[in-house]
Nanobody, 129 residues
Framework: QVQLVESGGGLVQAGGSLRLSCAASGRPFSRYAMGWFRQAPGKEREFVAAINWSGDSTYYADAVKGRFTISRDNAKNTVYLQMSSLKAEDPAVYYC??????????????????????WGQGTQVTVSS
């Protein structure tokens, strides 16, 4: 049973930084891509960032490019999302996600929710102005 547990959310001032973590268990972590998504109230879940199994390919939504950094530590079975220069449009519940398959299926599946089969419970990020 794959389990994903996010942590690190909280309240931060605009312009500040937070680092989210997602601890994975239940299968060999290092074989699988990982992704971060977010969902604000009244909005659809949207892609934030993704990383391939080895960490040498990363993908970002335009809205966070240059401000957020995704990384992974395969020895710790953990993926991170370093968020900097947080803005008023960043508050949301942030979710970690993992695909069922370890096979590369194309970049589309890294950057869309239907490319992922397992989801964490989410962690709330709030930005104060």
């Amino acid at each position: 049973q794959v389990q994903l547990v996010e942590s690190g959310g909280g309240l931060v001032q605009a312009g500040g930084s937070l680092r989210l973590s997602c601890a994975a268990s239940g299968r060999p972590f290092s074989r699988y891509a990982m992704g971060w998504f977010r969902q604000a109230p009244g909005k659809e879940r949207e892609f934030v960032a993704a990383i391939n199994w080895s960490g040498d390919s990363t993908y970002y939504a335009d809205a966070v490019k240059g401000r957020f950094t995704i990384s992974r530590d395969n020895a710790k079975n953990t993926v991170y999302l370093q968020m900097s220069s947080l803005k008023a449009e960043d508050p949301a519940v942030y979710y970690c996600a993992a695909p069922e398959s370890a096979h590369y299926r194309g970049n589309y599946y890294y950057t869309h929710a239907d490319g992922y089969d397992y989801w964490g419970q989410g962690t709330q990020v709030t930005v104060s102005s």
